[in-house]
């Protein structure tokens, strides 16, 4: 059974930083691929960004790129978000995901559905 569990969430000041961790009980690690999402109050989950283990395509939402870092340790079996300058806008709970082998076409990344695996999710509070 896969087990994904979110950390380093929390309040921080708009400009401030956080790095969100997600380890995973995945035996497989290498070979899946992970995401991050997020969801706003009253909003839909969202596309934060994604590594693929083929190649270590990593890819961004718009919204973060160049503000946010996508990670990923095999040994540990972990990822990270780093996420930098940070904007009231980011505030959501951020949620880590998995999708097993095999990989995906790079087009599917982003969607929800091609996520067979969930944390339970870590708030990200970013006050003005």
């Known amino acids: 059974q896969v087990h994904l569990t979110e950390s380093g969430g929390g309040l921080v000041q708009a400009g401030g930083s956080l790095r969100l961790s997600c380890a995973t009980s995945?035996?497989?690690?290498?070979?899946?691929?992970m995401g991050w999402f997020r969801q706003a109050p009253g909003k839909e989950r969202e596309f934060v960004a994604a590594?693929?283990?083929?190649?270590?395509?990593?890819i961004y939402a718009d919204s973060v790129k160049g503000r946010f870092t996508m990670s990923k340790d095999n040994r540990a079996k972990t990822v990270y978000l780093q996420m930098n300058s940070l904007e009231p806008e980011d505030t959501a709970v951020y949620y880590c995901?998995?999708?097993?082998?095999?990989?995906?076409?790079?087009?599917?990344?982003?969607?929800?559905?091609?996520?067979?695996?969930w944390g339970q999710g870590t708030q990200v509070t970013v006050s003005s």
């Open positions: 995901a998995a999708d097993a082998p095999p990989v995906r076409p790079l087009s599917l990344v982003r969607a929800r559905d091609s996520y067979d695996y």
């Open positions: 995945i035996d497989t690690f290498n070979r899946y691929t």
């Open positions: 590594i693929r283990w083929t190649g270590g395509n990593t």
